[in-house]
Nanobody, 126 residues
Framework: QVQLVESGGGLVQAGGSLRLSCAASGRTFSWNAMGWFRQAPGKEREFVAASNWSGGTTYYADSVKGRFTISRDNAKNTVYLQMNSLKPEDTAVYYC???????????????????WGQGTQVSVSS
């Protein structure tokens, strides 16, 4: 089992920045693929970003590319999502997720991940 706890959400004005953290515990963290997803009211959960076990390979949704950065510190069992130039449409609950290593084709799929955090709210005002 892997337990994931997100933090760092909040209310920010458009153009601002936030950094989300996801602390993992339980089974060994370093080999997991880690992902961030988000879900806005009335919408399906969508992929935001993902990282392979080393952090050397990362993936981003087109909507956040160039604005968000995923990183991980395996020594601290923590993955981060740095969000810059935030827009009102980024408003959502953000979830951290973990999986065994994934292929490029799998990494964006909600059903590819075995473990999920409880989510943290990000609200961006215009």
């Amino acid at each position: 089992q892997v337990q994931l706890v997100e933090s760092g959400g909040g209310l920010v004005q458009a153009g601002g920045s936030l950094r989300l953290s996801c602390a993992a515990s339980g089974r060994t963290f370093s080999w997991n693929a880690m992902g961030w997803f988000r879900q806005a009211p009335g919408k399906e959960r969508e992929f935001v970003a993902a990282s392979n076990w080393s952090g050397g390979t990362t993936y981003y949704a087109d909507s956040v590319k160039g604005r968000f950065t995923i990183s991980r510190d395996n020594a601290k069992n923590t993955v981060y999502l740095q969000m810059n130039s935030l827009k009102p449409e980024d408003t959502a609950v953000y979830y951290c997720a973990a999986s065994e290593p994934l292929t490029r084709a799998q990494v964006m799929g909600v059903t590819s991940y075995n473990y999920w955090g409880q989510g943290t709210q990000v609200s961006v005002s215009s």
